[in-house]
Structure formats: structure tokens, C-alpha cells
């Protein structure tokens, strides 16, 4: 029975439900109105003059609610959204008003929650968090809408304010409205048209007085993406689809247009061309002539007008896409949509002209085309094959007897493959449902053709294909291919051949026929060629209805329970703070083994620093420890050959870590991982600041009280810190709090290196030879090393590196003269354009900085702690200090000024930069004396002797340890 609607007959909230068809998941809609924990919310059923039983359902509803449901029904159906809407506003009694699809559902929170912010702030408008639940994954997938928006409660007086909102979220449904205010702005959805949410929701934000947001989950939008079709060129007659959504964002701009909101507009055009479009671009593979060229002329007729503004906000490949539609140039355009929808996909065989790689040769005499086309930044140019995700066309698809014919065409990025290189490829079948079986076919034929790698397979699927047959449904295709032993895998992208009328061919499941009789082949997602088993056969159609039917029964609802039980059980294992837990078990449980020492090199993305140096110390001396180091990511790389390694993280790096006699590294072990007591942790950290650390830094200081005694007991593990100088006592031993007796005064063992050469500059290295003949350095070339520091977004994240001088200039100007190896900090990645190959080089890659430094003639770097290092060799140092300003006087701050401190030139401009680099003689000559003292204050621990001493202290003269 109902309760009675507290304080008379008007509701605090009207829900419109509207309903076209859908009889069967109207009442669980309606239910979700009925059980809102805010009891005074009445629904109001709007049935779009169903043609099934839809109305009934919302009659017989009405009739068992009758205080909180009511139900009307439209004359005619109005072809859309928007009508029904309209109508069930203008009986809605409510105070407020929400509206929900007859396929979604409220969460129970919802409308309490809208309430009590609009009461609270007297908001027009209240939006809450909408979620996308994919109903047909197996786990309910769930996607919040936009969640940045509503990460915490905020008010906004105008939507100028939040310009991010009136862009993305666009929905109606998540929103709750005061009556009175969409009654005085007459308020109403666009009739007959799509996308009237669009529309409604830009009228309703700049009508808004005052806008709240809240951090609640409001609405739950049920999504499935699982059709009948095979592909989804089945939508080609949804020309018409796009006409209303330019007719819709035609009115929002008139509206802007007409109050001047001209910020907003640009806002709404970037997202158009960023979001609305590409939700076409996506299909046009897929499409005939006639329907992309009409799809062109009615893109061309609306984007050809936004501003430069916009499109300069748009990354590269969009940038591409938009000119090559305006144009029409399809032939170029589908292999750049292959890559918008595929992200990290090479999809063109690119083109080099005059040092810059562009997309195609085409427009190139254009030059806004020129600039467009450019896709040196994205440095496809220099990843090797093993990194590379290419394009794989399919170009032919047919059946012979029990066999599946297949060709397809590799693109060979800048001929990549050379010409002569040795062909090898195969075609891997695996399960969508990774965990299963996979299936493995040789290619027949693989040749150069043009700018690709053609090949041909002819696979026996029928004879060799034995899938389970029931969990195993859908089967995805790679193509593996080998030249001259270095291998790419590729998906197949399925845009020119029909597959619509293409054959299947018989299989035999191992549950034989009774679950599928055939394999058919479909188009994935993101456009790339799969395979479905289904069912043709009377006997496979009935098998298939009773293993559905079975699957449902109690028995399999048992059996799928304890399988999701395992998989929680084997996700719980894998957690963070399981293993935490399971780290600090093994401390208690397991005993310390002799002689263990774990390495790590920050954070295991390195073999490199000083825990390298000291590890090859023990070496050398041959002292019986068991060396461990860590590496992180999917495989080590730099390692040597025979040292035991365990990935950061996993369970044997724990249990290393657990039993250790010793950890060494030079950032940090993980921070929730206590050291036992018998285990000795030498920090050696990773160089001396000029930029305040630790709790020197405002963002510890404001930590809560818990927060700061968690990160102080992570650093009172260190048992010795590792300092090089007295600077680093007064900065970095004081910010991370670590009392004198625990310092070690020994200086860096990473730099040993630097201060022998410095002793005898003249002894030859084989092994700094040997790094420039590897990198390809020329002998008359002086060498220039180029190594800053990172830089940080105002969220902490990191920037992505772009080199801020001209490097083409600074080839041009220098090339005969140097050789410029740039190397970013390890968490940022360097491009470089072809026109300076050979005169700048990447070193990136390389893992330990200290070679490079020895094969350096002279440094160039910024606020990186590398010219502590560098100093050490009394070779010349330039800075490059464009952005101070920026860098020392944000949040952190720095130890002191590096005008006043710096031992060489301090360049601000491309220009000083370049002339101090024009006549480095001069250079040394000048800073001498001012490098010694720089060395002497910031180096004076530093005396080529760190992991000698390190060694006898901790692990004895003779290899002995303690």
C-alpha cells in the first residue's frame, strides 16, 4: 500500500517516464520511481501511442498506484523524445521535475538527494552523476558520464562559469528542474527532431539562475551494443540522423549567437568536431559512395565556418580527418579514421619531405594542409618494428569447401620492411574471452606490393578449428608477421570487403552440433575482423535453446556463482592491499636469508644509478650475496643476462623483499611496505636538490595529521641516506627528516665514474667508445648532451616533453661542429624529426645516464640535479633556464637561485642559448674558477670511492657480509 503524500496533494518531485514499445522494462522504470527513498515523488507514465502493450502496463500501474502514478497517452506518436516529455510536463504537480527513459532507472538516492541540493542552494537546475551500465556484458560494465564534473558538490551562478558543462553533459534525465522555472522560461523540447536533449539542455543552463552540482550517482542509463546485424553498415539510411543533429546544433548556435556567448560557442564547436563528428566518422568505412558524400556536403555546409580557434584545439589525427572530409579525399581518409578509432594504429605509409613526416603526399601544396598533415610529433618515425600497431587492410574474403580464403595488405610505414628483408606470417585465432584457447594458421604467401606487405592465407577452418563451443563465442584475428625476425601484430581491418553477404563455414565445436554448426564473420567494434559461432541447423538451434535455458536453471546459477567467487577471490589475491597484508604476513612468518640484497633503480624502470654501482662492486669483488634486482613493467630491459630478477610488485618481489638482509635503491620501496628490523635499507637517492623535497614542500605540510605520520614512517625505514655534500645535510636530509647518525658521507657511487675521468682525462674508455659507435656519434664531432628535468601540470601529472628551442635551427647552425644527444627524464618520451637524424640523437632509451655524461664534451640542462653530476668532470655546462620564472616560484620553490649559483652561462632565450653553445672554449675558460667552487660545495663527499666504501662498511674488505 501506498504512503500517503506528506503536507497535501503536491509532490515535492514529478518523474516523467516516457515509453515507446517497450511494455517489458517499463514497469522496472516505474519501480524505481515507487522506490525512491523520498516518498513524496509521483511518475508520470508518457506512452508515445505504443503500438504493443506498453499503455496497458502503464494503465494497470496507474490502477495499483493510483495516489503516485499516473499515466497519459498521445493522440499519435510523435516520432521522438521530446513530445512525450513536453506532455508530461504539463500535468506534472511537482515542485521540481526529472524525467527518465522507460529503458533506465533512477537510483534509489536520486531524487532525495536533487532535492535537498536544490532547497539547499535554491538551484533551477541540480545535475547528478548518470552511469552507463552495459547490460549485455557479462558483469553489468559500469562508465560514469562525464564523472570530472561531479567529483564534489559545486553551485555556479551562470553556466559561463563551467563552459565544460554545457559541452558534455547534455542530458536531460540526470537533472532535476524547479517547475516554475521551465514553466517562466517556457521551457520545452524540440518536436520531431533527435538529439532534443541537446537542445533542451542548452536552453535550460543559460536560462539558469543558479546551477548545482552534486557528487551522487542519480541515474543509471542501461545501454547494449549486441545486435543481430553482422556490421553496422546496416545504418546507412541514418543520413537523416546526422541532418537532425546539425539542425539541433544549428539552434544552440543561433541562441549563443544571439547573447554573444561567443567562449561557449568555440567550447561547443570543439567538442562537435572532437565528439558529435567522429561518432560518424567511425561508420564511414562501412558506408557507400552516395551516402559519404552526402554525409561530406552536409559536414562541409556546417564545420567549414568554425574558427582557426578550433581546430587548433584539436589533436592531430582529428586534425587530419576534418581536412581530408572536407575535401573528400577518401582514399586517405579511411586509414586515418582506422586510426582515430584505433589510437596508437600507424594506418598510412607516410611520406618524408624536406626532414617532416606527413600523413600522405597529398594537399601538400596547400599550406594549411602542409601544417595539418604533419605528423612528425607523433613519432611514428622512430619506433621499430616490434612497436609498431599497423594497419592491416583486408582485401579479400571467400569460402572454398571447408577452407576460409583470406588476403590482406599491411601498410609498410617509410618502408619500414626493407625490400629484401625475409617474410614470415601467421594468423592467430583467439578466443574474445582471453582465458581459453587460441588457434594458429600459417600464411602462405607474403610479399611486398607497393607501400604494403600483401599476404594470402587459406585456413582450414572447418577440419582445425575445434572451439568449446559455448563460452567461446566470438573469436578475434591477429596477424603475426616476422621480417627478418623481428615481429608486429596487427588486427585485420574489415572496411572494403562485404562481409555482410560473405559465406560461413561448418565447425564442429568440441559439445559438437548441439551448440553451433557454424563459424560467420563479423566486424568488431573498433571495425576489425572477427569471427561468431552460430547456429543454422535445426539440431544447433535446439541444442543452443536448451543450453540457454539450462544456463538460467538453479544448477548453473550455482556453478557460475562459485566462478565469480574464484575470479573475486583471484582479483583479491592481486589487490594492493592483499598483498600488503600478505607482505607483512611473510615478515612475520618467513626468516631472513643471509647474504640477500634486493636492488632497485627508481622505481625498477632502470638498471642504472648507484645501486648499479655498488651491485657491480659486489661483482668485482666476487662477495657471496644473493643479488636481487626489481624491474617494472610487462619485461626488464637493460638487465644483465644472468642477475635473478621479480617484477615490482609481484608476489616473489615481496617475498624477496620480505626476506632481505639488505635493500638498496635511490627513490623508494614501496611506501605501505614496513621494513623488518634485521633488514638494513641504504637509501643512495638520486641526486642533490635545487628544488625543495619532502616536507620542505607546501603540499606535505598541508597533509592531514595521519597522512604525514604514514609518510614519515615510510622514510624512518631508511637505516643509512646517502649524501654527497653538506648541501644535501641541510636540504634533502632535513626535508625527509633523517637523523645525522644515519647519513652516510660517502658520495654517490653512481658518480665514481665521473671523478676518476675527471682525475685522468685523457685514459681512453672502451666503453664510452664503444656507446658512440653504437649511437652513431662521428669522431670529429664534439658531442653536446642535452638533459632536463620534467615538468609538472598544476594536477601533479607530468608534461609531455617538447624540446623548447628549435632543433632543426640548432642542426642547421651546429651539425658540422656537434653531435646533440637529448635525453629527457625518464617519464617523458623525446621526438625528433628526420631532418636532424645523425646530428641530434634520442638517448632516452638508454639506461644509465652516467656513459652519456663520460661521452659528453659539455652539458646542456635546466634545474635537473644532472649538473650536480656533470660538474664533476670540470667540462663546460650551459643553462638553459627559459621558463624560471615559472619553475622556482610555484608552490615548491627552490634551495637557492641558480643565476647566482650557476658554474657556466644561464641562457634565457634560443638565441643566448646558442650563441654560449657557438664558443664553449670560452665558456670553460670563463666559469673555471666559479666550477670548482660549485664542486667543492655541492660535491666535496664525491671522491671516486662511494661504492668501495660502501661495500667494505656493509659487506666487509674481503666480500664478507655482516
Excluded at 517556457?186 to 536552453?203: K, M, N, V, W
Excluded at 549567437?257 to 560557442?265: A, F, P
Aim: positive net charge.
Amino acid at each position: 500500500m501506498d504512503t500517503p503524500e506528506p503536507g497535501g496533494t503536491e509532490p515535492d518531485i514529478s518523474v516523467v517516464v516516457i515509453v515507446y514499445n517497450d511494455a517489458r522494462r517499463l514497469t522496472a522504470a516505474v519501480r524505481s520511481v515507487l522506490d525512491q527513498t523520498l516518498r513524496n515523488v509521483e511518475a508520470i507514465i508518457a506512452d508515445d501511442c505504443s503500438t504493443d502493450t506498453s499503455f496497458e502496463v502503464a494503465q494497470s500501474l496507474a490502477a495499483a498506484h493510483p495516489r503516485r502514478v499516473r499515466a497519459i497517452r498521445l493522440s499519435e506518436n510523435s516520432g521522438g523524445c521530446g513530445e512525450p516529455r513536453n506532455q508530461g510536463m504539463a500535468v506534472a504537480r511537482g515542485r521540481y521535475v526529472m524525467f527518465l527513459d522507460s529503458d533506465d532507472m533512477l537510483e534509489p538516492n536520486a531524487c532525495r538527494n536533487l532535492l535537498e541540493a536544490a532547497d539547499r542552494t535554491g538551484a533551477d537546475l541540480v545535475s547528478g552523476l548518470c552511469v552507463r551500465v552495459h547490460t549485455d556484458s557479462r558483469h553489468d560494465k559500469r562508465i560514469p558520464w562525464y564523472p570530472w564534473l561531479y567529483r564534489s558538490t559545486r553551485t555556479v551562478e551562470s553556466i559561463a562559469e563551467l563552459p565544460d558543462l554545457f559541452v558534455f553533459d547534455t542530458l536531460s534525465t540526470n537533472k532535476c528542474y524547479r517547475r516554475d522555472f521551465l514553466v517562466e522560461n517556457g521551457l520545452a523540447f524540440p518536436r520531431g527532431i533527435h538529439y532534443e536533449d541537446l537542445l533542451f539542455s542548452a536552453q535550460a543552463y543559460l536560462a539558469a539562475g543558479r546551477i548545482t552540482l552534486i557528487p551522487n550517482t542519480v541515474y543509471y542509463w542501461n545501454v547494449a551494443h549486441k545486435t543481430a546485424a553482422k556490421s553496422i553498415s546496416n545504418r546507412r539510411h541514418e543520413i537523416n540522423n546526422f541532418t537532425d543533429r546539425l539542425e539541433i546544433h544549428r539552434r544552440i548556435d543561433s541562441v549563443l549567437g544571439r547573447r554573444g556567448l561567443d567562449e561557449l560557442k568555440l567550447h561547443k564547436d570543439i567538442k562537435f568536431l572532437k565528439h558529435d563528428l567522429v561518432l560518424y566518422l567511425r561508420d564511414l568505412p562501412f558506408l557507400d559512395d552516395g551516402y559519404r558524400h552526402r554525409f561530406a556536403e552536409l559536414a562541409r555546409g556546417y564545420i567549414q565556418d568554425f574558427s582557426e580557434a578550433a581546430y587548433g584545439r584539436l589533436d592531430r589525427v582529428h586534425a587530419i580527418c576534418a581536412y581530408l572530409l572536407l575535401r573528400e579525399d577518401w582514399e586517405n581518409l579511411m586509414p586515418a579514421v582506422d586510426t582515430l578509432i584505433n589510437r596508437n594504429k600507424i594506418s598510412a605509409p607516410l611520406v618524408e619531405r624536406e626532414g617532416r613526416i606527413y600523413w600522405c603526399d597529398r594537399h601538400l601544396d596547400d599550406p594549411k594542409a602542409r601544417d595539418v598533415m604533419d605528423v612528425t610529433g607523433l613519432g611514428y618515425h622512430g619506433r621499430p618494428l616490434e612497436r609498431m600497431f599497423l594497419r592491416n587492410l583486408l582485401t579479400g574474403y571467400s569460402v572454398r569447401g571447408d577452407e576460409v580464403l583470406l588476403d590482406g595488405a599491411v601498410v609498410n610505414p617509410l618502408h619500414t620492411v626493407s625490400a629484401d628483408a625475409d617474410l614470415t606470417a601467421e594468423l592467430e585465432f583467439r578466443a574474445r574471452r582471453r582465458s581459453l584457447q587460441t588457434f594458429r594458421f600459417p600464411v602462405r604467401t607474403v610479399r611486398h606490393q607497393g607501400d604494403t606487405i600483401a599476404w594470402q592465407a587459406a585456413i582450414p577452418l572447418a577440419r582445425r578449428f575445434r572451439p568449446v563451443g559455448v563460452v567461446d563465442e566470438v573469436w578475434d584475428v591477429r596477424l603475426h608477421l616476422t621480417a627478418d625476425g623481428k615481429r608486429t601484430t596487427s588486427r585485420i581491418t574489415a572496411g572494403n570487403v562485404d562481409l555482410e553477404s560473405a559465406a560461413s563455414v561448418p565447425v564442429r565445436p568440441r559439445l559438437s552440433r548441439l551448440v553451433a554448426d557454424r563459424l560467420e564473420p563479423q566486424v568488431s567494434a573498433k571495425g576489425h575482423l572477427a569471427f561468431r559461432l552460430t547456429q543454422h541447423g535445426t539440431a544447433a538451434l535446439r541444442g543452443r535453446a536448451v543450453v540457454d535455458r539450462n544456463l538460467h536453471c538453479s544448477a548453473a546459477r550455482t556453478v557460475k556463482g562459485a566462478y565469480r567467487t574464484l575470479r573475486a577471490v583471484r582479483r583479491d589475491l592481486a589487490s594492493g592491499p592483499r598483498k600488503v597484508q600478505g607482505y607483512h604476513r611473510m615478515v612475520r612468518l618467513l626468516p631472513v636469508r643471509k647474504g640477500t640484497v634486493v636492488f632497485e633503480s627508481h622505481l625498477g624502470k632502470q638498471y642504472s644509478d648507484s645501486p648499479r654501482a655498488i651491485y657491480e662492486e659486489l661483482r668485482r669483488r666476487q662477495v657471496p650475496v644473493t643479488a636481487i634486482w626489481s624491474y617494472a613493467g610487462e619485461r626488464p630491459e637493460g638487465f644483465p643476462k644472468d642477475v635473478e630478477l621479480v617484477r615490482r610488485w609481484s608476489w616473489r618481489y615481496l617475498r624477496a623483499l620480505a626476506q632481505a638482509e639488505f635493500w638498496i635503491d635511490n627513490q623508494g620501496f614501496p611506501l605501505k611496505l614496513a621494513k623488518r628490523p634485521e633488514t638494513t635499507y641504504i637509501q643512495t637517492w638520486h641526486g642533490s636538490a635545487l628544488k625543495r623535497m619532502g616536507f620542505d614542500e607546501p603540499g606535505y605540510r598541508v597533509m592531514s595529521e595521519q597522512e604525514q605520520r604514514s609518510y614519515q614512517e615510510a622514510l624512518d625505514r631508511f637505516d643509512h641516506f646517502v649524501v654527497r655534500s653538506e648541501h644535501d645535510v641541510r636540504t634533502l636530509a632535513r626535508a625527509y627528516r633523517v637523523p645525522e647518525e644515519k647519513l652516510l658521507r660517502t658520495g654517490y657511487a653512481r658518480n665514481d665514474a665521473l671523478v676518476r675521468a675527471a682525475r685522468d682525462p685523457r685514459a681512453p674508455d672502451p666503453a664510452v667508445r664503444r656507446l658512440a659507435e653504437r649511437l652513431g656519434v662521428l669522431p670529429d664531432r664534439r658531442v653536446l648532451l642535452y638533459a632536463p628535468t620534467f615538468r609538472a601540470r598544476p594536477d601533479g601529472r607530468v608534461r609531455d616533453f617538447e624540446l623548447p628551442f628549435d632543433v632543426e635551427r640548432f642542426a642547421d647552425r651546429f651539425g658540422d661542429r656537434y653531435t646533440l644527444l637529448v635525453r629527457s627524464h625518464y617519464l617523458n618520451r623525446v621526438t625528433l624529426p628526420p631532418s636532424v637524424a645523425g646530428r641530434v640523437i634520442d638517448v632516452t632509451g638508454e639506461p644509465d645516464i652516467t656513459p652519456l655524461l663520460l661521452l659528453a664534451d659539455a652539458l646542456i640542462t635546466d634545474y635537473s640535479s644532472v649538473m650536480f653530476d656533470y660538474a664533476l668532470l670540470r667540462r663546460p655546462l650551459v643553462f638553459y633556464a627559459y621558463d624560471w620564472e615559472e619553475y622556482s616560484q610555484d608552490m615548491r620553490g627552490t634551495y637557492f637561485d641558480l643565476f647566482e649559483e650557476a658554474p657556466g652561462p644561464v641562457a634565457r632565450t634560443e638565441d643566448e642559448l646558442f650563441a654560449a653553445l657557438s664558443d664553449l672554449r670560452t665558456v670553460g675558460a670563463q666559469y673555471e674558477a666559479r666550477l670548482k667552487e660549485f664542486v667543492d660545495k655541492y660535491g666535496e663527499y664525491d671522491r671516486g670511492d662511494a661504492a668501495a666504501r660502501i661495500v667494505d662498511r656493509f659487506f666487509g674488505p674481503a666480500g664478507e657480509t655482516r
